[in-house]
T-cell receptor, first 107, second 114 residues
């Protein structure tokens, strides 16, 4: 049983396309995180959400608490956006992670 | 300089050996975590510590132990390594803020157990 499910698992896009990655979770949460893992392995936190919507540059993250769903959008995608995007939720003192969405943006 | 560092970055060891992975942070955070990442499984929590005197088991603590030597240091030990402990290990830190804190990850340690 996975507390966090992401879709799609893999995504290939042309440069400039609008990208959406989805995350669904099955537990009550205090916060949801979107992380970016670069090809070298390093992990960076992109967003932390407990409600609504956040925007940072070309990245937008939304969350619907009632539906237990979050989306990460990338506008005007660029090859440097190629990475694995991971959804994580916090419930109590535990963090649960999705298996990630591998994004490749082709020039 | 990186805020969260891990040593070693890569390690090859043999079955049955005891090894230690170390994590240090300069962010002044009170909370530290150890995760392992396996292909197709995502990150899983091994142990976490909310304070120097606080140690808690995570989802997959069997075969591992930890030590919080100081607020800035959190070590993970494999007492007797086995091949299925081959994985990418991440340390992370966060500051307590009522359940909505951001985690900061170290660069990871690639461990291969032969």
């Amino acid at each position: 049983k996975n507390e966090v499910e992401q879709s799609p698992q893999n995504l290939t896009a042309q440069e400039g396309e609008f990208i959406t990655i989805n995350c669904s979770y099955s537990v009550g949460i205090s916060a949801l995180h979107w992380l970016q893992q670069h090809p070298g392995g390093g992990i960076v936190s992109l967003f932390m959400l407990s409600s609504g919507k956040k925007k940072h540059g070309r990245l937008i993250a939304t969350i619907n608490i009632q539906e237990k769903h979050s989306s990460l959008h990338i506008t005007a995608s660029h090859p440097r956006d190629s990475a694995v995007y991971i959804c994580a939720v916090r419930t109590g003192n535990q963090f649960y992670f999705g298996t990630g969405t591998s994004l490749t943006v082709i020039p | 300089d990186a805020d969260v560092t891990q040593t070693p970055r890569n390690r090859i060891t043999k079955t049955g050996k005891r090894i230690m992975l170390e994590c240090s942070q300069t962010k002044g955070h009170d909370r530290m975590y150890w995760y392992r990442q396996d292909p197709g499984l995502g990150l899983r929590l091994i142990y976490y510590s909310f304070d120097v005197k606080d140690i808690n088991k995570g989802e997959i603590s069997d075969g591992y132990s930890v030590s919080r030597q100081a607020q800035a240091k959190f070590s993970l030990s494999l007492e007797s390594a086995i091949p299925n402990q081959t994985a990418l290990y991440f340390c992370a830190t966060s500051a307590s803020s009522g359940g909505a804190e951001t985690q900061y990850f170290g660069p990871g340690t690639r461990l291969l157990v032969l």
